[in-house]
Each structure stands twice: as C-alpha cells, then as structure tokens.
DNA sequence: ACAGGGAGGCGTACGGCGTACACCTCAGGC
DNA sequence: GCCTGAGGTGTACGCCGTACGCCTCCCTGT
C-alpha cells in the first residue's frame, strides 16, 4: 500500500495545462476577473507557482491566444483562393466567439507569437496561390486588419434602456432629435426580423457583408493588376 | 493688499479641466502609467479630488474620448458623398493619431459617450445623403466599423530583431523556414522606398488602401441597388 | 544504494491601483 | 450672520502583479 497512489498528490502543472485552465476560467468568469490569483485558486496552488510557467501575466494572455488560435480549423484543400480564405476566416471567427473575451485579448496583443504567425502565414499563402502579387497581398492583409480574427468592434453598444415606458418614450424622443439618423437606422432595423433587428444586429450577417466587400474589392483589383506603385489608391477604374 | 489675490488658491478644478490634463498627462507619460494618482499629482491635488468631477476612471477614458472626438474636424460641405466621408474619416484619423493611446482606449469604451454618437450620427448622415438606403447604410457602418475612427490594428509588432548580425542571419533563415510568406511580404517591401518598408510599412498609405477599397464596394453596391433582402452576400454580381 | 541537483510549489512581502467613507473648509445666498 | 453645499482632504480597504528566498520531493549518475 505503498504505492504511487498511496499519496494523492495532483500530478505536476505544465504550461499547456495551466493556459488551458486559464481559458475556462475566462470562460467562467470572465476576463476581468482572471487574475493570477483567482488562477492559481483554481488550480488548488499558491499564485507564485505560476511563475513556473510563465513568466508573467502577459505571456499568460499570449499563451491563452495561442491555444485559441490552436483550435482553428485547418486551411480547406483545393478550393478558390477566395472560398478558401473566407471559410478559414469564418472558422477563425467560429474560433474566438466561443470565447466571448477573446477578440478583446487578441486586439491588446503587443507581440505576435509563433503560432499567430503561423496563421498569418498560411493566410498570406491563400493569396499567394490564388495569383496575388506579394504588393496586393500585402496591402490585402493590412485592409483586413483584425477581421482576419473573425470580429469586428462592436459599434453600437447597448446603452441602458429605462424599464419605466413613459421614460423610455422620452428618452427616445431626445435621442431622435439629437441623433436622427441613429435612430433611423434602428428602428428601420426592427421592422422585420432579418438582418437587423433594433439593439441587436445580427452579427454574423455584418461580418460576413464586410468580409465579402472586401474580398471582392481585392479580386477586382488583381483582375485589374493593380500595383501600389501605379495608382496610389484603388478608387474608381472599374472599366 | 488683502485683494483677491492674497491667498493665490487654486482656481477649482472641474469636469473639463480634469478630461483636458488627462490628456495630456497620458500623451506624455503613456496610457498605462495614467493614474487617479498620477492625474491628481499633477493637478496639484489629492486623488480623492478627482471623483467630485468623474465617478470613476472608466467616466475619467469615456471623457478623454470626448475631448478628442471634440477634435475631429466638421464635415466638408458640398462634397460628393464619398469624398465628404473619406475626407471626415481621414481627419478623425488625425485626431486619433495625434494620442498615440488613442486607439486603445477608444476600441475599449464599452458604451458610446454623447460626443462618440454625434460622429456617428453624421457619418449616417452623409451616406443618407448620399442616396444610400438605411439598410445599405446601415451594413455600411459596420463594415467600417473601428476604420471609421482612422486607425487600424497593428498587424506585425515588430518583434525584437536582434543587434548580433550573425544571429540575426542565424534568426532570419529560421523565419524563412517557419514563415516563408510573411518573410517573402517583408522583404519584398523593403527594396523600394515605396509603400512597404520592411518593419514598418506607410500605415497612411494602408489605411486609405483599406478604407477606398471598402467605400469602392459601398459605392458599386449602391449603384447596383444592393438589399441585404435580396442577395444576402454583395459578392460577385459586377455584370 | 546513495548523494546531488533541479523542477515544482510555498510563504511572505512590497508597492501600486481604484475607490468607499467620513471629515474639513470656505464662498455665496438667505 | 448663519447655513449650505461644492470642492478638497485623509485614512483605509481589498485587490492586483510579482520579487525573493525557502522547502520538498523525484530523477539521475555513480
């Protein structure tokens, strides 16, 4: 009765394990309540054993993005480079929204870490195989910028909406008057139940409008051969 | 001699006061080292001092916003849609741009301020006028989204590139290897004094790339009559 | 079989943060 | 001439990230 079992002891943390941790507790609670310590509660150990692991609440985030980022759906074989790249961006997408704190982590990155390069990379590679010059590509990936994430800065956040109608009533008076097209647009929205739905567009249908204004704004201007060097901007000369 | 100006109190703060050395404290001292503390050091008062005016520090960035926001200049009259936009959006750019924390604390409000709702608001409207419907409008600002602020994420931080040239060769045909597109991208961009040097590209340049590529496709999405009933994605369709 | 060392975990402590709460101090209006 | 309330103060609390030194096993080489 000796054995290895005869003490219990929790088998030794790793850095894998405790950036996993570190991404259901956000998940649980939030990320602005991941704090090293309420981790380090989490995990049964005393906030300092941590620092075994990592160096410090920075490279926890970092590490945390990668593991995110680790579960992106690989490229897609043999399509359209277009096809190709819009699905592994909505896969990217799929990625970080289910981790609501995951956009926000990814925007406050300072360094790129291997693995998000590796995304980058590959991304960069789509566009390489579907013809692209290394200049168009280049600035593609620039205009692309953070949805290459799969998100978007939510605009609109909901401001509080009193519960009292007769104060609702006027408050929405007040804000037509300041803010008219504002106001418009949301209630233009909620008329029917399709893409936008006052105090809460639909979200999906919003990314991926964009996403296809730009792609198709890229593939028209590799169709033209646009260089950087040539025009300065890609403005007009469809014809 | 007992004048007013006896006793040279200070003159009493006040919420507008307070927003305006914010601001200037965090562009000399940095975003992150702006402090209740630091700011009440430098008003010359102590910390407790500052709530009379702001409730809480996220009221204190909400405010620091405003301020610039309050900066941008006031839409070009009598401009063709597009350019009146691209005009307003490129100095909101400048706005921004001259707080380099600016990005960060505007991507993090989580409710939009007054001021922030004016700007939208006449962004709307200048689609609006432009004979756009509410519904393209309306996907229009979102596919603008953190671009209507003039700023776009910093995709490649530079990582640190070592001072040893040999190592540096050593670290570069590691990159190579792991990386090859985005070593291909940056040193491809770094021949010419062009658009793209490596480790540093013309972010103006990228920006108004990005932002006339997404005005093109709102412009020919217009022409083409585009309603998110109808098609529910603007690809293709040119012809 | 045993000594040595290193990886993993612990305990304490420090300085900084945002801010709750009670108090003081006057200038201005009655 | 008193009152009041806006503006400013002082103290204190609980949280944070993390530096530093120590302990305690397990693995390894001999």
């Known amino acids: 009765m000796t054995g290895p079992a005869k003490t219990p002891r929790r088998a030794p943390l790793n850095r894998d394990r405790v950036l996993r941790a570190a991404v259901a507790l956000a998940d649980e609670i939030g990320i602005d309540a991941l704090s090293m310590r309420s981790l380090a509660e989490r995990l049964g150990v005393v906030p300092m054993a941590l620092y075994k692991h990592v160096a410090n609440k920075e490279e926890l985030l970092d590490g945390m993005v990668e593991v995110i980022v680790g579960e992106i759906a690989p490229p897609a074989r043999g399509a359209d480079w277009k096809d190709a790249i819009r699905q592994r961006i909505l896969s990217a997408r799929q990625a970080l929204l ?81 803010y008219p097209h504002i106001i418009e647009m949301a209630t233009a929205g909620s008329r029917d139940g399709g893409s936008a739905p006052g105090g809460g567009c639909d979200d999906q249908f919003e990314f991926e409008f964009a996403l296809d204004v730009l792609l198709d704004g890229f593939e028209r201007l590799h169709r033209q051969g646009w260089d950087s060097t040539a025009r300065r901007h890609p403005t007009g000369a469809t014809a």
Do not use: N
């Open 98 to 178: 289910s981790h609501r704190w995951a956009s926000q982590v990814v925007e406050s990155r300072r360094h790129a870490t291997p693995v998000v390069l590796d995304y980058m990379d590959s991304l960069i590679g789509m566009f390489r195989a579907g013809g692209f010059s290394v200049d168009l590509t280049h600035h593609a990936m620039h205009a692309l910028g953070s949805r290459m994430w799969g998100f978007t800065q939510e605009l609109f956040p909901t401001p509080p909406p009193p519960a009292d109608p007769e104060a609702r009533a006027a408050m929405f008076d007040q804000l037509a008057a300041r």
